[in-house]
């Protein structure tokens, strides 16, 4: 029997091809078509201006640097996320602020009001807020653009985890206006890949192209090598970018398919009291991207973290849900308000094998082999 993987790559029809048409014409660097055509895949999937990375992390990076973030700002951030939302504020030489979620995992609007007031009434403006749409479910955008509005702090997107994921029926990523930004990630565990990747989305076409800009080292017009700004190494290859570009003509697949995963997990463990799937909220449609079973352990007669290790000696991986950052060492002096829900949901949560890939009968072995370690 083989390893059964939390979230695998799935390859479409198209992504060869593509590749290949980058080696016979030797657009094998970080320009060529494939970069042009992704960057346009990409606006026609979130309506916004898209520069293609290197990363996820580095297109947070560059989305804080666009808003001024700098030495001694702060940014509110979910606590409840994976570090990758956090770390760029610290490379920024800010400090990240931490929010508790909801019961949709994420960003809570009412504690993030409670922070912006707190925030304003000590005379500080926080420089941005990151939103995160985690396992693939949106936060409630709506009252979180507001917030953003009344208190005149700009939102970034981190919809790393989110391609596909609607909010109100529409992409998320480039939802909060003209002075939003928005992060997605081609990471290889994510719902598509391109093996490694990211990208910056925005409908302000200036910052997309000074995030272009950066990502080449900031090079200047001319001849030589001239540089009046700081830059980085974080353009995509014309390579991945082929990957890239049969990867989001198969999203929609992906999200059905991993959609199916969730809700054949939820059925199959009906019957058992303790055992229950996250939950769609109703402003959005959820991807799935992975699915997380909350446990309760004391109903179960198992510890979530026993259950992993079940499953490991069946060769199948299961993950707890992210740690929260406040609970992390390098995060222990960041600022939090709240935190009781993304402690709860971390100790209770267990994101299951949720490759789109994953054949009905590899899910039935994962669904029997949970259900033998709760009958032990
Ligand atoms: C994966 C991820 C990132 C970072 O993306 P990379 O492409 O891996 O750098 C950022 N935020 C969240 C929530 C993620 O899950």
């Given at each position: 029997?083989?390893r059964?993987y939390l979230?695998?790559?799935?390859?479409?029809?198209?992504?060869?091809?593509?590749v290949a048409?980058a080696?016979?014409?030797n657009?094998l660097?970080s320009?060529?078509?494939?970069l042009d055509?992704?960057?346009?895949?990409?606006k026609?999937l979130?309506?916004a201006?898209a520069?293609?990375?290197s990363?996820?992390?580095?297109?947070?990076h560059?989305?804080l640097?666009?808003?001024?973030v700098g030495?001694g700002?702060?940014?509110?951030?979910p606590?409840?996320?994976?570090?990758?939302?956090?770390?760029?504020?610290v490379?920024q030489?800010?400090?990240?602020?931490?929010?508790?979620s909801?019961?949709?995992y994420?960003?809570?609007?009412?504690?993030?009001e409670?922070?912006?007031?707190k925030?304003a009434?000590q005379?500080?403006?926080?420089?941005?807020?990151?939103?995160?749409?985690?396992?693939?479910?949106s936060?409630?955008?709506?009252?979180?653009?507001e917030?953003?509005?009344r208190?005149d702090?700009p939102v970034?997107e981190?919809a790393?985890e989110?391609?596909?994921?609607?909010?109100k029926?529409?992409?998320?990523?480039?939802?909060?206006?003209p002075t939003?930004?928005?992060?997605y990630s081609?990471n290889?565990?994510?719902?598509i890949?391109?093996?490694?990747g990211g990208a910056?989305?925005?409908?302000?076409q200036?910052?997309?192209?000074k995030?272009?800009?950066?990502?080449?080292q900031?090079?200047?017009p001319?001849?030589?090598?001239?540089?009046?700004?700081?830059?980085?190494n974080?353009?995509?290859s014309n390579?991945?970018a082929?990957?890239?570009?049969?990867?989001l003509?198969?999203?929609?697949?992906r999200?059905?398919?991993?959609?199916a995963?969730?809700?054949r997990y939820?059925d199959a463990f009906?019957?058992?009291?303790?055992?229950?799937?996250?939950?769609e909220m109703?402003?959005?449609?959820?991807?799935?991207?992975?699915?997380?079973?909350e446990?309760?352990e004391t109903k179960?007669?198992?510890?979530?973290?026993?259950?992993?290790?079940?499953l490991?000696?069946l060769?199948?991986?299961?993950?707890?849900?992210?740690?929260?950052m406040?609970?992390?060492k390098f995060?222990s002096?960041?600022e939090?308000?709240?935190?009781d829900?993304?402690?709860?949901l971390?100790?209770?949560?267990?994101c299951?094998?949720?490759s789109?890939?994953?054949s009905?009968s590899?899910?039935?072995?994962?669904i029997?082999a949970?259900r033998?370690?709760?009958?032990?």
């Amino acid at each position: 029997m083989s390893r059964i993987y939390l979230s695998a790559p799935h390859m479409g029809q198209f992504e060869e091809g593509f590749v290949a048409e980058a080696f016979r014409t030797n657009w094998l660097s970080s320009v060529g078509p494939n970069l042009d055509a992704f960057e346009a895949d990409i606006k026609a999937l979130s309506g916004a201006h898209a520069v293609a990375l290197s990363s996820g992390t580095a297109a947070i990076h560059l989305a804080l640097r666009l808003l001024g973030v700098g030495a001694g700002d702060e940014v509110l951030c979910p606590s409840l996320t994976f570090a990758a939302s956090a770390n760029p504020i610290v490379y920024q030489g800010a400090s990240p602020v931490f929010l508790d979620s909801d019961a949709s995992y994420n960003i809570d609007p009412n504690v993030l009001e409670t922070a912006l007031t707190k925030k304003a009434a000590q005379g500080k403006r926080p420089k941005a807020i990151m939103v995160v749409h985690l396992f693939g479910q949106s936060a409630d955008l709506d009252p979180i653009f507001e917030l953003g509005a009344r208190f005149d702090v700009p939102v970034i997107e981190d919809a790393a985890e989110a391609l596909g994921t609607l909010y109100k029926g529409k992409q998320v990523g480039a939802l909060g206006g003209p002075t939003a930004l928005g992060v997605y990630s081609f990471n290889g565990n994510k719902i598509i890949t391109t093996s490694g990747g990211g990208a910056l989305i925005s409908r302000n076409q200036a910052w997309v192209d000074k995030a272009r800009f950066w990502s080449t080292q900031s090079r200047d017009p001319g001849l030589s090598y001239e540089h009046s700004e700081l830059g980085y190494n974080y353009r995509m290859s014309n390579v991945l970018a082929g990957i890239g570009r049969g990867q989001l003509a198969v999203l929609e697949d992906r999200v059905q398919a991993r959609r199916a995963i969730a809700f054949r997990y939820r059925d199959a463990f009906a019957d058992l009291e303790g055992m229950q799937l996250m939950p769609e909220m109703p402003w959005g449609r959820h991807t799935y991207w992975l699915s997380v079973i909350e446990l309760d352990e004391t109903k179960l007669g198992i510890a979530r973290d026993e259950l992993v290790r079940a499953l490991a000696k069946l060769d199948i991986e299961a993950r707890p849900v992210w740690k929260p950052m406040h609970l992390q060492k390098f995060f222990s002096s960041a600022e939090c308000y709240g935190g009781d829900v993304a402690e709860r949901l971390y100790s209770r949560g267990i994101c299951l094998p949720s490759s789109s890939s994953l054949s009905e009968s590899d899910q039935g072995r994962v669904i029997e082999a949970l259900r033998a370690a709760v009958r032990n």
